[in-house]
């Protein structure tokens, strides 16, 4: 069945430092589709960063890399030179070929000065 | 630019109301889902449609109605309203390839008294 598990509800992490998110998921689909969403205070879903079952190479956006380990089923979120607007939530989320899309628990991420 | 609208944004409900929660979008996307998102649960899938005229359950249908005449709208009625459908609501499509990108509308924070 398929199903993300997100393990941190929350982090600290000090402005400038590298953080990283964690989330695995499971599925028996060969064709799927991993997902990044960062969720500030104001509510609004912000798409980060995308990675596809097929893909070869981590992908990447700017400060955001995505750790796609295949084997382990990880597709944990890097962000590099964590700056203090990087507070809010972020939730990773898995589509199975044409099917549903479902997302994890979220972590709740404090950037400290 | 619309992208995906919902209405209505707020919304105090009394226990026993019905009522239907409205998005529409304008990408002319296959894929529109109904998310509620409560503290610690992060977004819960209720329903999803793969296109017109198909409709599933998610994690949490109960209590829930979905229909899908159009490809553009995806009303979400509340047939008999509870205080634990106190949430906050979030419509979002997408394109129906595995990697095509997820888009949200703003939101409905719904209170059941």
């Known amino acids: 069945a398929q199903k993300i598990t997100q393990t941190q509800p929350g982090m600290f992490v000090q402005e400038k430092e590298a953080v990283t998110l964690d989330c695995t998921y499971d599925?028996?689909?060969?064709?799927?589709?991993l997902f990044w969403y960062k969720q500030p205070s104001s509510g609004e879903m912000i798409f980060l960063i995308y990675?596809?079952?097929?893909?070869?190479q981590n992908a990447t956006e700017g400060r955001y890399s995505l750790n796609f380990q295949k084997a382990r089923k990880s597709a944990n979120l890097v962000i590099s030179a964590s700056q203090l607007g990087d507070s809010a939530m972020y939730f990773c989320?898995?589509?199975?070929?044409?099917?549903?899309?479902?997302f994890g628990k979220g972590t709740r991420l404090h950037i400290l000065p | 630019n619309a992208g995906v609208t919902q209405t209505p944004k707020f919304q105090v409900l009394k226990t026993g109301q019905s009522m239907t929660l409205q998005c529409a979008q304008d990408?002319?996307?296959?894929?529109m889902s109904w998310y509620r998102q409560d503290p610690g649960m992060g977004l819960r899938l209720i329903h999803y449609?793969?296109?017109?005229?198909?409709?599933d359950q998610g994690e949490v249908p109960n209590g829930y109605n979905v229909s899908r005449s159009t490809t553009e709208d995806f009303p979400l009625r509340l047939l008999s309203a509870a205080p634990s459908q106190t949430s906050v609501y979030f419509c979002?499509?997408?394109?129906?390839?595995?990697?095509?990108?997820?888009?949200f509308g703003e939101g409905s924070w719904l209170t059941v008294v």
């Open positions: 989320a898995m589509r199975e070929g044409y099917d549903k899309i479902i």
């Open positions: 979002a499509s997408s394109g129906a390839l595995v990697g095509n990108t997820i888009y």
């Open positions: 449609s793969v296109g017109a005229g198909i409709t």
């Open positions: 990408m002319n996307h296959e894929y």
């Open positions: 599925t028996s689909d060969p064709s799927y589709g």
């Open positions: 990675q596809g079952s097929y893909d070869q």
